[in-house]
């Protein structure tokens, strides 16, 4: 069983859909991570949090530390939030430990 | 602020063969890392620096993989010799650690090898 869990793998949306997509971890962590990369394979960091929510435009995130669980939320989704969202947890060290990621589709 | 360089962008190789990778870090960062990423996968640290000492190097394939970062700055990642399933995106990143433990990463834009 992988440290960190993403669901869904694959999500396809129509444009203006509210998306969510989860992870899960099972170890502890000093905070987690929410990544986008896009097809050309460069990751940009969205979010870094250790409690609670943040939101940042469209994107909201949250953490339940109690559950380890950590959802990423998408409203009003548009075609270019098509991308791979990767969930990632920092754990000793400043090392992290990437999730799958989570294949984001949204057409027009 | 300039953002993590890499280069090149794109290699392709033939099995056997050698190939370096660079990476020029965030101003300042004193953590630097080293990932691979295969198709369909997130990306598995391979080597992290703290200036120019190695911290984790527990995955890196030390029979054909290698890592330096000299004067803690710039860094490079050299495969010698190639595998095909080597064939991945090898992404740098870098991060400033300093008292406080979370500490946000800034990735490069990744160089992708295909091994043939």
């Known amino acids: 069983k992988n440290e960190v869990e993403q669901s869904p793998q694959n999500l396809t949306a129509q444009e203006g859909e509210f998306i969510t997509i989860n992870c899960s971890y099972s170890v502890g962590i000093s905070a987690l991570h929410w990544l986008q990369q896009h097809p050309g394979g460069g990751i940009v960091s969205l979010f870094m949090?250790?409690?609670g929510k943040k939101k940042h435009g469209r994107l909201i995130a949250t953490i339940n530390i109690q559950e380890k669980h950590s959802s990423l939320h998408i409203t009003a989704s548009h075609p270019r939030d098509s991308a791979v969202y990767i969930c990632a947890v920092g754990t000793s060290g400043s090392r992290l430990t990437f999730g799958e990621g989570t294949q984001l589709t949204v057409n027009p | 602020e300039a953002g993590v360089a890499q280069s090149p962008r794109y290699k392709i190789i033939e099995k056997r063969q050698s190939v370096a990778f660079w990476c020029n870090p965030i101003s300042g960062h004193a953590t630097l890392y080293w990932y691979q990423q295969i198709l369909g996968q997130g990306p598995k640290l391979l080597i992290q620096f703290q200036n120019n000492g190695v911290v984790d190097d527990s995955q890196l394939p030390k029979d054909r993989f290698s890592a330096e970062r000299l004067k803690g700055v710039d860094s490079t990642l050299k495969i010698q010799p190639a595998k095909l399933e080597d064939s991945a995106v090898y992404l740098c990143a870098s991060s400033s650690l300093g008292q406080a433990r979370n500490t946000e990463a800034f990735f490069g834009q990744g160089t992708r090898l295909t091994v043939v």
């Open positions: 949090l250790s409690s």
